[in-house]
Structures are given as structure tokens and as C-alpha cells.
């Protein structure tokens, strides 16, 4: 009797990240926590993470502590997705070496990964031209007049250009890494990334309404926080900006403009983005019509929740679907 061959081995996905002198640490430490991590309770083939360096000398970081990457440049341009975290100035020249190996695996067909200012080095190799592409909203403009021939997007969290791919400020390097997870290997996994990381696994809306905000005091940031936890628990009931204010126990004028001081949006806005979360679990993890999603979720219509879900995903609920939930 033959016994069946044990099934081939799929190869680990090769992720390189670019560390730089004078680098902050936190954007290195996104990928090193999304990638590096051994996840074998996932069942799913982990990524193969290395550190890269133009050059083998200790490196300076922010914070007073220095690293020494072990690999180079050339295992950065060998891998499967390279991510640069930052640029050590935006004002300054990208390094030669560090254009020409993003080039390189481009041209192998790698995926190009940036976060906050790393934008800043994938314009300067070429990578950018003509596409859309985000940055920290700080270096927005400055981005758009050092490299005009890129579309610079001021307000999204992230662009997923496919083939190339660019976030904005720090954390929202996190958006796109779970992002990545999601398009390699399904929403449930990239799901439980992201409660294991205990953040949202997506987030609407855009860096926009991050944009110098002013800070509430403490008291008004506890009233605004309970409405929203008691809006969350009645999203499929229709909400009005009087039932939220009640539920801060604040007249709609205080609530309305407390809750703008807090989220940088208005009331209703937020509930519609809320809505939209909500909306993305049951695409990926039922068959349900989006008739009735739309319904679960507090839209009064499927037609709005076509209207707001365009907007916000820059896609349809259907092709969201599609494409987190293959089955379907």
C-alpha cells in the first residue's frame, strides 16, 4: 500500500526592509512585529524578514542606540516585497545604491512597499512616475514639488497602486502592513494580525482629519467616547446627531463641535464610516445579500450603502467581496 506524499511546501514570502543611520525606530519595528514574528498557529506559510543596509557599519537610531543590519543591499533587491520605513532627510539626495536596488527589484518584479517619508525614495528611483502615491501629509507638498510627475494624495491612510504601494504618517504604516497580510493570505488571517496587535484590521477614512487637530479636555473626551461606544452598540438602528448628544448628555451645538475637536469629522460622518467597518466583516465572512448587509449595518437603503462604500473603499461592496472573499 502506498502512502500518499506529504504535500510540497509552499516557499516563505521574502520581505527585506531597508534600515538607514539616523532612522526612527517605530516604522522598522511595524515590519519587524507584522512580519518577523513566527505565526505558526496561523497554518499559513510566515514571511522570511531581513533587516538590509547600504552599508555594514553600526547605525545611528532615534533614541540614543545604535543597530548593525546583517544583509545588504543586494538581498534587498533579491526579495519578494521591499520596504523602505523613511528617508534620513526629505530635502536630500536618495543614495545611488539604495535607487539603483529599488529598481532592480522592481524590475524582478518585487513589490515596493513605502512608509511615511519612504515615498520620498521610491519618486527618487522612478517608481512613482505617473502613479498615485500618499506620504505624511507634512511632506505632501514638498513631495509633489521635488517630484511632479507623481499624484500625490494628501488624505488617504494608504494607496495600493499593486505592483507599488505607499502609506502616509507612521502608524498608518500599520494600515498597509495588515493590508499586505490581507492580500496574501485572506482577511481571516490579517483579522487575527490585527486583534493580536490590538488594532482595527481597517480604517476608514483618511490622514486628513488628523491634520493639526485640536486636543479636547479630558472630561469632554469621555462624554465624546460614550456616545461613541453607545452609537457602536446601536449602529443598526437609525442615529441621529440628538441621539448621539444624548448619549454624551451634551446639547447637539457642545456635542457637535466636541466631537469635531476630538475626531476631526462630524457626527454623522463618523457613524457612516463606522457603518462601513462594520460592512467589511460581513463581506468577507458571509454570503449574505448586500441588501441586507446594508440593512445589518444601519444603511437605510442599498443604494446609500452602494454611495457611502464607493467612497470610502474606492471600490464597490461586490468587488470588495470579490476580492477579499474569493469564494464568492
Do not use: K
Not at 317 to 327: I, L, M, N, T
Amino acid at each position: 500500500m502506498l502512502l500518499p506524499l506529504p504535500a510540497p511546501r509552499r516557499p516563505r514570502h521574502a520581505v527585506s526592509v531597508l534600515a538607514f543611520d539616523g532612522m526612527a525606530p517605530f516604522e522598522l519595528g511595524c515590519v519587524v512585529e507584522i512580519f518577523g514574528i513566527p505565526r505558526p498557529e496561523l497554518e499559513v506559510p510566515w514571511y522570511d524578514l531581513t533587516v538590509c543596509a547600504e552599508t555594514p557599519a553600526d547605525l545611528r537610531v532615534v533614541g540614543g542606540f545604535t543597530m548593525r543590519a546583517e544583509h545588504g543591499l543586494e538581498t534587498l533587491a533579491a526579495a519578494d516585497t521591499v520596504i523602505v520605513p523613511g528617508v534620513p532627510d526629505v530635502r536630500g539626495e536618495v543614495s545611488p545604491g539604495v535607487t539603483a536596488a529599488l529598481r532592480a527589484a522592481r524590475e524582478r518584479g518585487a513589490r515596493i512597499v513605502s512608509i511615511c517619508s519612504g515615498a520620498f525614495a521610491l519618486a527618487a528611483a522612478g517608481l512613482l512616475d505617473g502613479r498615485e502615491a500618499t506620504t505624511h501629509w507634512r511632506y505632501a507638498e514638498l513631495l509633489q514639488r521635488r517630484f511632479p510627475r507623481v499624484r500625490v494624495n494628501p488624505d488617504v491612510l494608504y494607496v495600493d497602486g499593486g505592483d507599488v504601494l505607499t502609506s502616509a504618517g507612521s502608524a498608518a504604516g500599520l494600515d498597509l502592513l495588515v493590508h499586505l497580510v490581507r492580500r496574501d493570505h485572506g482577511p481571516g488571517v490579517a483579522n487575527t494580525v490585527a486583534r493580536r496587535l490590538v488594532i482595527p484590521p481597517h480604517r476608514d477614512g483618511g490622514q486628513a482629519q488628523f491634520v493639526e487637530a485640536a486636543v479636547a479636555p479630558v472630561e469632554d473626551d469621555d462624554a465624546v467616547a460614550a456616545a461613541m461606544d453607545w452609537a457602536l452598540e446601536h449602529l443598526s438602528e437609525p442615529l441621529t446627531v440628538a441621539d448621539l448628544a444624548g448619549a454624551a448628555r451634551m446639547s447637539q451645538r457642545t456635542f457637535i463641535r466636541h466631537f469635531g475637536r476630538q475626531t476631526g469629522t462630524s457626527p454623522l460622518r463618523w457613524v457612516i464610516s463606522q457603518r462601513i467597518a462594520a460592512s467589511l466583516t460581513l463581506l468577507e465572512s458571509t454570503a449574505a445579500p448586500v441588501e441586507e448587509i446594508a440593512a445589518a449595518v444601519g444603511f437605510d437603503s442599498p443604494a446609500t450603502f452602494r454611495h457611502h462604500f464607493g467612497r470610502a473603499m474606492r471600490t464597490s461592496p461586490s468587488a470588495y467581496r470579490r476580492a477579499f472573499r474569493p469564494s464568492a
